[in-house]
């Protein structure tokens, strides 16, 4: 629910596939994620997207530590990747969930006696992710590209 609880799962997965290269889209997550590891004791680079060209991920499992809200750039960047395995993280407290719902959710996810740092995995679950960016798709005609989710919904998404 929470992007501390985000930050935590991040680590455990991290345990569970050493070799995942771990992968953020805005400079500011990534700089959040590295000072979280270092308070944890854990050494863990965070990639940029910019940073990353074919070869260093083609046919290597990835956790990208959110999603773009654009769906038309996410799609293309992962598919041009061709990773063998993707898993992204999310947290509610994110601007992209925030944006379109996450009031109706946290209170289903307490009510069904969820943990704080239980995590979801369901296709209807990614299909409601990707409906929201494909809204995003059609509103935004001139993207302002920005350092974090939060800068990127100010500059592009006014409602």
Known sequence: MTSEAKW????????EMPDAIVVAWFENTAQEYEQFFAE???QLDVKLVKEIRTPQVESKRLILLEHYPLLSIEEEMLRNWKAKEIVVLNSLEEPLLVQFGNENIIPLM?????????YLEHKMISSSIGHAQRKLDSKVKNEFKANSQKEWFAMNFLN
Do not use: F
């Open 110 to 118: 307490k009510k069904t006696g969820m943990n704080e740092d239980e």
């Open 8 to 15: 935590k799962c991040c680590l455990i997965l991290r345990d």
């Open 40 to 42: 944890s004791e854990k």
